[in-house]
């Protein structure tokens, strides 16, 4: 069997770009057990993802007041950072 080797091309790469994101895990402990909220939702294709809620900031936010924002647009809950 014999192969032929394809002539090497550049490999074109996107630009990097620096992205900065803020969000946090949501903790209840009721009676001794703790609660999580996570998110689910689909990928592209189609299989479902279980993640974190956490999104960027927004005009003159704090990184502390993006994650309680995020956190309560994608899950409903209202919370306070604890510890960063």
């Given at each position: 069997?014999?192969f032929?080797?394809?002539?090497?091309?550049?490999?074109r790469?996107?630009?990097?770009?620096?992205?900065?994101s803020?969000?946090?895990?949501?903790?209840?402990v009721?009676?001794g057990?703790?609660?999580?909220?996570?998110?689910?939702?689909?990928?592209?294709?189609?299989?479902?993802?279980?993640c974190?809620?956490?999104?960027?900031?927004e005009?003159?936010e704090?990184?502390?007041?993006?994650?309680?924002?995020e956190?309560?647009?994608?899950?409903?809950?209202q919370g306070?950072?604890?510890?960063?």
């Amino acid at each position: 069997m014999t192969f032929t080797q394809r002539p090497s091309r550049p490999i074109r790469r996107l630009p990097a770009v620096l992205e900065t994101s803020a969000g946090g895990i949501v903790i209840d402990v009721q009676e001794g057990q703790a609660q999580v909220a996570v998110i689910a939702r689909r990928n592209r294709a189609g299989r479902i993802e279980w993640c974190l809620p956490k999104g960027h900031q927004e005009n003159d936010e704090t990184l502390i007041e993006t994650a309680e924002r995020e956190v309560e647009e994608e899950t409903g809950i209202q919370g306070r950072v604890l510890t960063t």
